[in-house]
């Protein structure tokens, strides 16, 4: 069983602050799950070099921070940050669209997705993100297994008795980036929460609290909408399935 999640499509109008949502999704039989973020407008990836990684650099942050990548796409949108998913810099993030009707700068829209595996009531974020004063949480990074990247960069999971694959493309001409996630080993029933950090700013700048965020959600088919802004266009969430 498959289902896309969609996040992102450009309806008009958003600004400069931090936030986020909860979705989850119960698991039972299901094998795949696709994340799509995208803002208006198709499909291809770039072919790189086979790279992979283990378990013993990959929880190393010494080692594992100071390992970057970029993708981008001909729609002028890219996705960047290490190989762990732990933003290190301003223009940093997994998705980035420029915004011409806005300024020249680069627009960081989807900062980070951090995803929650839940087992018998027991919740692990897989999730890495810096603070100041060199403070790292969740540290999700100890449950990574493996990174490799042929074609599309992948990410193997394991916690306890799951094993979790996630893989990522930019879509051609959209800025719309594809994120799959493939449950490979799971003995017993098992939720997957998923909680978007939105930025909505420009790569020259930080998010700062901005009690002023329109922080709404609309329900639309197969998932949310929301408008932060009214500098940006709205923001689509969706789960389809096929």
Not at 3 to 29: A, G, M, P
Not at 114 to 134: M, P
């Amino acid at each position: 069983m498959i289902i896309y999640f969609v996040i992102f499509k450009i309806c008009h109008n958003l600004q400069v602050v931090k936030t986020k949502y909860t979705l989850q999704v119960l698991y039972l039989n299901i094998t795949t799950l696709t994340f799509v973020f995208f803002y208006d407008r198709y499909f291809k990836t770039t072919i790189m070099s086979y790279l992979k990684f283990d378990k013993t650099l990959l929880t190393n942050l010494e080692k594992s921070l100071s390992k970057e990548m970029i993708r981008t796409n001909r729609a002028g949108t890219y996705n960047s940050t290490t190989i762990i998913d732990c933003n290190t810099r301003k223009y940093h993030g997994q998705l980035v669209v420029p915004f011409p009707e806005i300024d020249n700068s680069n627009h960081v829209l989807l900062s980070s997705l951090d995803e929650t595996v839940i087992q018998h009531g027991a919740e692990f974020n897989l999730g890495l993100h810096k603070y100041s004063g060199n403070v790292f949480s969740p540290n999700g990074h100890k449950y990574i297994r493996q990174f490799d990247c042929e074609i599309i960069a992948r990410t193997v999971y394991r916690v306890g008795g799951v094993v979790l694959a996630k893989e990522r493309m930019l879509v051609s001409f959209e800025p719309r980036i594809l994120i799959k996630y493939t449950l490979l080993e799971a003995h017993s029933p098992t939720t997957l929460r998923f909680k978007p950090f939105l930025a909505f700013r420009s790569v020259n700048a930080l998010s700062k609290e901005n009690y002023d965020a329109q922080t709404d959600v609309t329900e639309v088919s197969n998932g949310v909408k929301n408008r932060m802004s009214s500098a940006y266009p709205e923001l689509f969430s969706t789960f389809p399935k096929t």
